[in-house]
Each structure stands twice: as C-alpha cells, then as structure tokens.
C-alpha cells in the first residue's frame, strides 16, 4: 500500500511540475510553442488531476478539516486552470493548425494562448501553494 502511494505521489508531482512549469513559461513566452506543448500539458493535467483523486481517496477518504479544505480550494483552482487551457488555448491551437490562418489571425490565436496560460498559471501557483501548505494545516 505503501509503495503504491509513493508511486502515485511521484507521478502526480512530477506530472504537476510539468503541468505547471510549461504554463509558467508559455506565460512569459507569449504564447509561442504553444501548439507543440498543448497535449503534453493536457496529458499531464489528466494525470495530475488522476493522480490527486487517487491521493485524496486513499489519504484523506470520510476527512474534511482544514488540511482537506486546502486541497480543495488547490484542486478547484487546478480544475478551472485545465478547462481554461483546454477551452480558449485548445480552439486558439486549433486555428494555428488548420494552416488557413493569416498574420492577423496567427497573432490572434497567440494572444489568447497566452492569455489563457497566464490565467492557468495564476491558477495553478494558487494550487501549488495550497498543496503544500496542506500538510502543515
Ligand atoms: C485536481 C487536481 C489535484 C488534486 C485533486 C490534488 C490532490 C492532492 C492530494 C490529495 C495530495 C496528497 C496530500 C497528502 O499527502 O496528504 C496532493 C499532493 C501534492 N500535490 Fe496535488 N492535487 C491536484 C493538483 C496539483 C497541482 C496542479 C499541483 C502543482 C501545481 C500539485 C502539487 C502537489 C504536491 C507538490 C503535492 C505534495 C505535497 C506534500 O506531500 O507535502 N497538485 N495533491
């Protein structure tokens, strides 16, 4: 059981890490390489996500004091943070990729992936400092 809850905890913090340290840097980057990192983020926000139900159910299961209440406002900031990003930088990815888009159209889609990567990062520091903060509540 133990094992078991090592190797989760491992997954979901190294896919968080990605999930979030590639928002952070589109973020900044305006958007750019955006449309090569939107699956792999969207890959690893299913496995965070995944991952943290399997903690939550496994360690925190019938609780909800202060340490849960934290996980939730963190694990609600990261659900908007996914929709976000799947929602406005998905369709913004998509106008890139079907190729019939113009210079006004590219710088477009790119202003809106990195809005919504600013939005998901913003959100996802809330979540990072909530997941950490948890334990100590
Ligand atoms: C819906 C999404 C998420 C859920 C349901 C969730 C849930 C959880 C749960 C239940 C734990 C275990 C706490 C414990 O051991 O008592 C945890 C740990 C952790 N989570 Fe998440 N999480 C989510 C997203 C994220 C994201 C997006 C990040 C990073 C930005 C993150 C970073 C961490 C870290 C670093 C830990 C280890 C904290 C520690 O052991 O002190 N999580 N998460």
Redesign the pocket.
């Given at each position: 059981m133990q094992i078991q809850?090592i190797i989760t905890?491992s997954l979901?913090?190294l896919s968080?890490?990605f999930?979030?340290g590639s928002s952070f840097t589109l973020a900044r980057t305006g958007g750019a390489g955006g449309e090569q990192l939107f699956r792999p983020q969207m890959v690893a926000?299913v496995v965070?996500?995944l991952?943290?139900?399997y903690?939550?159910h496994s360690?925190?299961a019938g609780m909800f004091g202060t340490?849960e209440q934290i996980?939730a406002v963190?694990?609600?900031?990261?659900?908007v943070?996914?929709g976000v990003q799947g929602a406005i930088g998905g369709r913004a990815v998509r106008s890139l990729r079907n190729g019939k888009a113009d210079e006004a159209d590219e710088a477009d889609a790119r202003s809106r992936i990195a809005t919504a990567q600013r939005v998901a990062a913003l959100l996802?520091?809330v979540?990072?400092v909530c997941?950490?903060a948890?334990?100590y509540a």
């Open positions: 809850l905890l979901h913090v968080s890490v999930w979030a926000a965070t996500i991952t943290g139900a903690l939550g360690v925190h340490a996980l963190g694990a609600l900031a990261a659900l943070a996914a996802l520091a979540t990072a997941m950490g948890a334990r």
